[in-house]
């Protein structure tokens, strides 16, 4: 992968094979909210090798002190004998399939499926993800993803003894990715044509759903209650989505009493099923540990700043990295340097903060690392910064930049302090992983925003593009304000996202 850091040095360029992987126990914790939630096994077959981060995790992650409720832990258990019977080349599995060829809904199996299909980058991918899984898990179907090339080798199987990728011979394999809102068969497409409504009694085999951000008022219908009855009785939904809209699942009525019986804490949705559901690959993992163990490992505390900047126009260098220092600095996670004295010598193992930059260039590194560097800190402390990678343009379609993307999220997660960059879904996986609240970096629009920064009243992702519609009036509303749990995020103000009520 060329510019990892995950050799020797920074930027040096090291073949994951040719990794060396040994254990070091940092951080000894029994995380059991990791441990209730995910399954027992996490292999497929026999033949397969078990999932190495599951059982390390709490080596390197604090222990989670956000419990999931019970009855979220028995619904997973549940979810999982689900799968594994109606999972892919099951009978059932095979019984459904012969319904999606016949394009007629009979009653030879009672196995309903969502398929994911893979859009945008990867933290984009895990939200969405995230939020179909949770459909899944409220409507008594089977998540099965259609795993594109580009990201093969990123996660363990999360359900035990099968398997979640969409199988090779599915119907519509070659054609799926292709599916776009003007497909003939979107719900969006055929509401709007009143082909098909609540009182529709012949209905399709398969239905597509489009909720990306660009989805239109018949694509967002889906989110009234009124509407789930239809689809309830659909075996096949494929599902194309960019987005985090777990949220708006809190505005269905008839999905309230069991949402709030899984999730007490409203916060930690994001936390509990992200951690469930993407655990690393042992490839990946062993990037990971690497990586900690020469860089952070050794430090007393460990600050994360990501930083993304979507328009280098509006957002000038000079502009983000005064932000980046401004804020880091008033907020106490890292200390001022006296530019008036030189740096004194002191030893290569003395390090109390490690600095894990992770941005698409290496400017703010190669800023940060020489001003600690050069300047003895006024407390102080001594200050070591890092950078995995400099990529300097996003690839979301190519396999090893999303293996070094993942790769840096969780590396984020073991920060004691998170800095994160107002919009991005890199940042809300990060977050949500290590169950941290973020110090925001407000987005940069040509002129500095008031306040830089500020911190995070929930762990929980934003969803960038709520529909604005009260299903019951047919009139607009502003959906942050239905139930108190529900409302604007702190980063961009017509998204929403779950806070705790109090």
């Known amino acids: ?3 990892n850091g995950f050799g020797m040095k920074p930027f040096s360029k090291v073949g994951a094979g040719l990794i060396a992987f040994s254990v070091v126990a940092v951080f000894i914790y029994q995380d059991t909210t990791l441990n209730s939630i995910t399954s027992k096994s996490n292999r497929i077959g026999s033949e397969e090798e078990s999932c190495i981060s599951k059982n390390q995790y709490a080596l390197y992650r604090k222990s989670s002190p956000h419990k999931p409720s019970s009855y979220l832990i028995s619904k997973l258990r549940s979810y999982e004998e689900l799968h594994k ?32 299909v893979a859009f945008c980058g990867l933290g984009n991918r895990i939200l969405s993800i995230t939020s179909a899984f949770l459909y899944a898990l ?31 011979d599915f119907l519509f394999k070659s054609e799926i990715s292709s599916f776009e809102q003007n497909y003939n068969q979107s719900y969006g497409n055929m509401l709007k044509s009143n082909i098909i409504n609540a009182s529709t009694e012949l209905l399709p085999s398969y239905l597509f759903l489009y909720l990306s951000h660009d989805y239109d008022h018949h694509d967002k219908l889906f989110f009234c209650d009124q509407e789930q009855a239809p689809l309830s009785k659909i075996p096949w939904l494929i599902m194309k989505s960019n987005v985090y809209f777990l949220p708006s699942l809190f505005l269905i009525p008839s999905f309230e009493q069991e949402l709030n019986k899984l999730f007490p804490d409203k916060e930690t949705v994001f936390h509990h099923l992200g951690r469930y559901l993407f655990q690393p690959s042992n490839q990946v993992w062993r990037l990971i540990i690497k990586y900690y163990q020469d860089y952070l490992a050794k430090a007393e505390k460990r600050i994360g700043i990501q930083i993304r900047v979507f328009d280098v126009e509006t957002s000038p260098f000079e502009y983000v990295m005064d932000q980046i220092l401004a804020c880091t600095q008033k907020e106490k996670l890292l200390p001022e340097v006296d530019t008036e004295k030189p740096i004194v010598a002191r030893s290569k193992s003395q390090t109390n903060k490690a600095v894990l930059i992770t941005s698409l260039f290496p400017g703010y590194f190669e800023k940060l690392k020489n001003m600690y560097e050069e300047h003895p800190t ?12 400099q990529e300097e343009e996003q690839q979301s379609y190519n396999n090893s930049h999303n293996i070094q993307a993942w790769v840096e999220m969780n590396l984020l997660s073991f920060s004691d302090e998170l800095v994160t960059s107002a919009w991005s879904t890199f940042g809300y996986v990060a977050q949500g992983l290590g169950g941290v609240r973020p110090w925001i970096l407000y987005k940069i629009n040509q002129t500095k925003p008031d306040p830089l920064c500020g911190r995070g009243m929930s762990m929980e992702p934003c969803f960038h593009a709520p529909p604005v519609y009260d299903c019951k009036a047919k009139t607009t509303v502003d959906t942050a304000t239905l139930v108190p749990h529900v409302r604007h995020c702190e980063d961009i103000r017509w998204g929403i996202k779950l806070f705790n009520s109090s």
């Not at 109606?86 to 398929?115: A, F, K, M, W």
């Open 138 to 168: 409220l409507t008594n179907r089977v998540l099965l993803i259609d795993q594109e090339h580009d990201m093969a080798g990123l996660f363990c199987e999360p359900f035990p003894d099968t398997t979640w990728i969409l199988p090779e």
């Open 1 to 3: 992968m060329r510019g």
């Open 378 to 389: 006024k407390t102080g402390e001594v200050v070591a910064v890092y950078q995995p990678s």
């Open 85 to 116: 019977r109606c999972g892919p080349h099951s009978d059932s599995y095979n019984r459904s399939i012969q319904q999606l060829v016949s394009g007629e809904i009979d009653n030879s199996t009672d196995c309903r499926y969502v398929v994911w």
